[in-house]
């Protein structure tokens, strides 16, 4: 029994890359095994381009859908968009200071 995303042969775009729904369905699969290493054998695939996806889900930069993320990894996306949004308000502040001392200089 193959384990291969359905339908999919490590279909390749024509820029050399996977289709999404292939990444989503390899990180799922690796989920399931419980190794990565163990699905990028079985899908005949580099196993640190899987990684690379696994990384990105973990980073919310491919969605596997709704309900696939663990608590964890959901806790941890969270907290970490807090604190970017905490930095981005912080980098507003400064440039918003900035621009004033640009501005009080360029009228000196």
């Keep these: 029994m193959t384990h291969k995303p359905q339908g999919n042969k490590i279909e390749k775009r024509k820029n050399g890359g996977y289709d999404e729904e292939y990444k989503v369905q390899a990180v799922k699969l690796a989920k399931n ?8 054998e079985e899908l005949q695939i ?3 381009t899987l990684y690379g996806w696994i990384q990105k889900v973990k980073t919310a930069e491919l969605d596997i859908g709704c309900g696939e993320r663990s608590l964890e990894e959901s806790q941890n996306i969270a907290e970490e968009n807090q604190q970017l949004r905490k930095r981005i308000k912080a980098l507003e502040k400064e440039n918003k200071r900035l621009s004033e001392i640009n501005e009080f200089l360029r009228n000196e």
Excluded at 33 to 40: N, R, Y
């Design 33 to 40: 095994l419980g190794s990565a290493k163990a699905a990028a």
């Design 46 to 48: 580099p196993v640190n």
